[in-house]
């Protein structure tokens, strides 16, 4: 799998507990969409490497998940801060008025009054209540 077939899910964000268990921060709009997946892939620095889930349960605004091969809390806590993928095909179909922030980059950006090119998208920066366009 290459991460440019990905989208990044979100975060293993810390250890939940010394038998291995970890919490999942899912950076999407409806997280519950993703509470039965089977696994995911993390980023290292050989490639996406998968992670199966064993079980995983809501907890507060995230989730708490036992994967497969993490058994305490020494490996759980060299997963926190791992970035977490699925493949794009993954994703919820949208309609065609909307669209997914990672798929902006590379579109052009035109100025609706005068219909001339503002740039090109390089990438779109989320910050604050707006996400910023840089062209």
């Excluded at 293993?12 to 291995?20: N, W």
């Excluded at 809501?58 to 058994?71: I, K, S, T």
């Excluded at 052009?108 to 062209?135: C, F, M, N, W």
């Amino acid at each position: 799998m290459r991460i440019e077939d990905c989208f990044q899910l979100g975060k293993i964000t810390k250890p939940h507990s010394f038998k291995g268990e970890v919490v999942l921060w899912f950076d999407v709009d409806d997280p519950h969409l993703y509470a039965e997946i089977e696994g995911f892939f993390v980023q290292t620095a050989e490639g996406l490497v998968p992670f199966f889930i064993d079980t995983i349960r809501p907890h507060q605004d995230r989730f708490v998940a036992r994967l497969e091969g993490v058994d305490d809390e020494q490996m759980a806590q060299q997963l926190s801060g791992a970035d977490i993928f699925l493949p794009d095909n993954l994703l919820p179909e949208l309609d065609e008025k909307h669209f997914y922030f990672h798929e902006v980059p590379g579109w052009e950006l035109i100025d609706e009054v005068t219909q001339k090119s503002a740039g090109i998208i390089v990438r779109v920066v989320e910050h604050g209540p707006y996400p910023l366009i840089e062209t």
